[in-house]
């Protein structure tokens, strides 16, 4: 299993919500980038990145952050938040992205998201974020009405190469992750998963490893020392 340290990015600072709520934000420092090059430093190999305002807004007002870290750090980067488009698709892979996370579009515009997963095989995740069952989109701040097992066998079936499953209610919190429904998960689909959501030590690490996803997205519990930087490198992961 793979430790992703996150760099999530609002009103161009590093930033951590808590359970998803905007008004709860921590910031980590005045730069996105210094934040990307610090788990560098400390033997990442992987990076996630999320443009928040523009997971909130449909757009990537973050873009300029983003593309500095592509082209800056010699990290694998997977970029999510506000993406809605071919084009932008395309842009985030041209800059150097390794993968491209698809979120709100997932679940609004299936087409999109197969054309994508088509055009991209292999770099598109689709990003699966529950609160109280229901998978949320536009920034966390709405509901879609769907369960997270019909939105992870639909997108499956159009062509996602991972499920990126973040749980809301735990999300920023440190009190451990929804084992139970990511164990429910990897029994409904045959994609790699990637967990995300309230990870506050290195138990919460072997409990994940222990259900098999193939890698977890680790924030708060990095920045504030509860995940030991050593946890970066020894599972630091070549896929």
Known sequence: MIVIPAVDILGGRPVRLLKGDYGTATVYGDSPLEAALRWEWAGARWLHVVDLDGAREGSMPNREHV????????????VGGGV?????????????????????????????????????PGRIVAA??????????????????????????????????????????????????NVAAIEE?????????????????????DA???????????GRALYEGRVPLSALTRRAGVT
């Open 67 to 78: 593309r500095e870290i592509l082209r800056s750090t010699r990290l694998s980067v997977q």
């Open 84 to 120: 809605r488009s071919l084009e932008q698709v395309g842009q985030l892979i041209g800059w150097g992205a390794e993968r491209v996370v698809i979120g709100t579009a997932s679940l609004d515009d299936p087409t999109f998201l197969a054309e994508a997963c088509s055009r991209y």
């Open 128 to 177: 699966l974020d529950t609160r109280s069952g229901e998978v949320a989109v536009r920034g966390w701040l709405e509901g879609s009405g769907k369960t997270l097992l019909d939105a992870a066998r639909a997108v499956e079936k159009l062509g996602a190469a991972r499920i990126l499953f973040t749980a809301i209610e735990a999300d920023g919190t440190l009190a451990g992750p």
């Open 185 to 205: 998960l990897l029994s409904a689909v045959r994609v790699p998963v990637i967990a995300s959501g309230g990870v506050g030590s290195e138990r919460d690490l």
């Open 208 to 218: 994940l490893e222990a259900t098999g996803v193939e890698a977890v997205i680790v």
